[in-house]
């Protein structure tokens, strides 16, 4: 599938693949940062299938985890590198902890961004119905479509206009919006890894990057703290009470996956 994908690559140095989460394209990790090639590193960055301008998938369930974790071994193996950090979001997230239980020799470091995966809670129907609503909406009625169907952001009203306007942009970037529609349904539907405790056989040095639940719920704080308590070793990362979630700062991002990177040099 890697042939299908939109793949941008800058810089020179240890390599770093950047994942991004559902319906956001390669642009939505370090928000347009370039401080990663800048201080010495091989960006490699993604639009996951079906995504900004890759290719969507050939069936419309087939965006599920292990065909996520594919693309990402596909994309390593296209570029020629062995071992990569890898830094994901959310969905982004959720692909490269796959990808470090199943195949830990291809992961020198992850840092895990705002993960919002929960195995206990995450075929809710009331969940489920949510995503297939955002996905019916964007089907029939494109970016508006999909806001309306998105309706009021929950969490601290000062964070409305910001998260409405993120949202129009993300969704204004695909080439393929059914594509899209398509892996609304099926992501939240598939399992990236059974349970939480499963996380305790990663031995890759790990940074999650939570946020708290006032700009951002969907990607619950205690999901963090559970993901960084199971991995071995890992440091969580949160930003201040009231301070805007350090996922949404490029540059103060980008030098955690960094710090994270040289470390292992």
Do not use: C, N
Request: proline share 7%; glycine share 10%; charged share 25%.
């Amino acid at each position: 599938m890697a042939t299908g994908l939109k793949v941008v690559e800058v810089g020179e140095g240890v390599p770093i693949v950047l994942l991004h989460g559902l319906t956001a394209t390669h642009r939505y990790v370090v928000m347009g940062s370039r401080a990663l090639e800048r201080s010495g590193h091989r960006v490699i960055a993604y639009d996951a299938r079906g995504h900004g301008a890759s290719d969507p998938a050939p069936r419309a369930d087939a965006y599920g985890y292990a065909d996520l974790a594919s693309d990402l071994l596909a994309v390593l193996d296209e570029r020629g590198v062995e071992r990569a950090l890898i830094a994901g979001a959310s969905m982004g997230a959720h692909t490269a902890l796959r990808v470090a239980l199943e195949r830990p020799e291809r992961v020198a470091g992850l840092v895990v961004i705002t993960p919002a995966y929960d195995p206990a809670t995450h075929l809710e129907a009331s969940s489920l119905a949510r995503w297939d609503a955002l996905s019916d909406g964007l089907r029939s009625g494109g970016v508006e479509g999909f806001v309306r169907a998105y309706g009021e952001p929950a969490g601290d009203p000062r964070w409305r206009e910001t998260i409405l306007t993120v949202l129009r942009q993300r969704l204004s970037a695909h080439e393929h919006p059914e594509a899209v529609a398509d892996a609304l349904r099926a992501v939240p539907r598939s399992r990236p890894f059974a349970t939480v405790d499963d996380l305790a056989a990663i031995a890759a040095p790990t940074v999650v990057v939570a946020d708290r639940d006032e700009p951002d719920p969907g990607h619950p704080l205690a999901v963090g703290e559970a993901y960084a308590a199971a991995i071995p070793g890992a440091r969580l990362v949160v930003e201040g009470p009231g301070r805007s979630p350090i996922a949404w700062q490029g540059g103060r991002l980008s030098r955690i996956i960094a710090e994270l990177a040289d470390h292992r040099r």
